[in-house]
């Protein structure tokens, strides 16, 4: 089993940027995929960002070029970089892995606010 810790959320203004750490232990080597995935008030969790353990990295169209999902191996974390964050960027965001048997984990989730 894998588990999560997310951290370096926070109140940034518009054009702002964060970057959100996901920090795992337990079965760690596991891991297939870490995803960041956010959820605004009144809305369904959505995929952000997945990088997987060969670094391949994927983006949700709308943070396509201001977000950046990286990994660090030996701190067995996951960072998602956020630039020139918007007022619409403001959610939880959430961790997950998915690991070489099919099984999920999640963080206790961070939270993003852009407002000015």
């Known amino acids: 089993q894998v588990q999560l810790v997310e951290s370096g959320g926070g109140l940034v203004q518009p054009g702002g940027s964060l970057r959100l750490s996901c920090a795992a232990s337990?079965?760690?080597?596991?891991?297939?995929?870490t995803g960041w995935y956010r959820q605004a008030p009144g809305k369904e969790r959505e995929l952000v960002a997945t990088i997987t353990t060969g670094r391949s990295a994927n983006y949700e169209d709308s943070v396509k070029g201001r977000f950046t999902i990286s990994r660090d191996k030996p701190k067995n974390t996951v960072y998602l970089q956020m630039n020139n964050l918007k007022p619409e960027d403001t959610a939880v965001y959430y961790c997950n892995t998915r690991n070489i048997w099919g099984s999920i984990s999640w963080g206790q989730g961070t939270q993003v606010t852009v407002s000015s």
């Open positions: 337990g079965s760690i080597s596991s891991i297939l995929v």
